[in-house]
């Protein structure tokens, strides 16, 4: 599934990162791939990172993903098309999702992975692609949506400086084009969810609002498939201090839905 991959320096001593390339839909795709060192006689769980933001806003950046490998993961972290040096263009959880779907491929068909032990996790715009990827992959054991789109319709109408860059990549208004908006959007398909979700929002987030979580839970809720973990005094971006902390949480509440193993009849 890698057609590339380079060492990259990395800032951490038991951790090897890589500059990848991966192919999706004909294109070739950037990221990055952060492996923990280890005896090489265990296999490791495997993350997914899905990114948020489009171009070079919320790009992937090394210092998260070496944190998110020193919990112990294979963290693989696709930059999406048309970045880093990429082929094609993003559209904003269109047809770039292909390239979350794809990276998950690469990370299950790395040696060094634990197949019962496949993570998502997706921040910001990233939440409808972890959502979509939980959604074609019921084989992943959890998904961590954090600040997560759930309605880019509503999207549309909270971020006015948005908007332009909305109707450049769907095609148009959610009034023009409701299908390039319903499609992108995880509210509109709850219920094929069957992988074990958590929330995380703040609920001053003026990006995302707190709705998006809200209307996210409330199609679950009848499921019993969503956990949420909101925090009334942050905003889209919390501290470093409190990001460290809900990040070893939230990892810690990954390892405990691992898929169980089915038991061996006894002989």
């Known amino acids: 599934m890698i057609t590339h991959a380079q060492r990259y320096p990395s800032p951490h001593p038991q951790i090897n990162l890589f500059r990848i390339s ?25 993350f997914l990172y899905l990114r948020g933001g489009i171009k070079k806003v919320g790009m992937v950046r090394v210092p998260r993903i070496i ?11 696709p930059f999406y098309r048309g970045n880093e040096g990429g082929e094609g263009r993003e559209d904003f959880c269109g047809e770039d999702r292909q390239d979350a ?5 690469v990370l299950r068909s790395l040696s060094i992975v634990d197949h019962d032990q496949l993570h998502i996790f ?15 992959y019921p084989e992943a054991c959890s998904v961590v949506i954090w600040g997560g ?7 549309y109408e ?47 987030d003026e990006n995302v609002s707190i709705t998006h979580s809200l209307v996210l839970k409330e199609c679950l809720d009848p499921k019993g498939m969503v956990e949420t973990w ?5 905003t889209h971006h919390f501290p470093p201090q409190e990001n460290r902390k809900i990040t070893f949480a939230f990892c810690e509440w990954m390892k405990t839905r691992n898929k ?7 002989l």
């Open 22 to 46: 991966y192919k999706s839909e004909g294109l070739t795709v950037k990221g990055l791939l952060a492996i923990p060192k280890n005896s090489g006689k265990d296999m490791l769980p495997g």
């Open 67 to 77: 944190q998110l490998a020193s919990q112990g993961f294979v963290v693989m972290a």
């Open 101 to 105: 779907f794809n990276a998950f491929e």
């Open 122 to 136: 997706g921040f910001s715009r990233g939440g409808p692609m972890a959502f979509f990827t939980a959604l074609k």
């Open 149 to 155: 789109v759930s309605d880019m319709a509503l999207t």
């Open 158 to 204: 909270e971020r006015v400086d948005l908007r332009k860059m909305m109707k450049r990549v769907i095609g148009g208004t959610p009034s023009k084009v409701p299908e390039g908006y319903r499609t992108r959007s995880p509210v509109h398909y709850c219920e094929g969810l069957t992988v074990p979700l958590l929330l995380i929002h703040g609920c001053k």
């Open 230 to 234: 909101f925090y009334p005094q942050y």
């Open 260 to 266: 169980e193993k089915p038991e061996l009849s006894p």
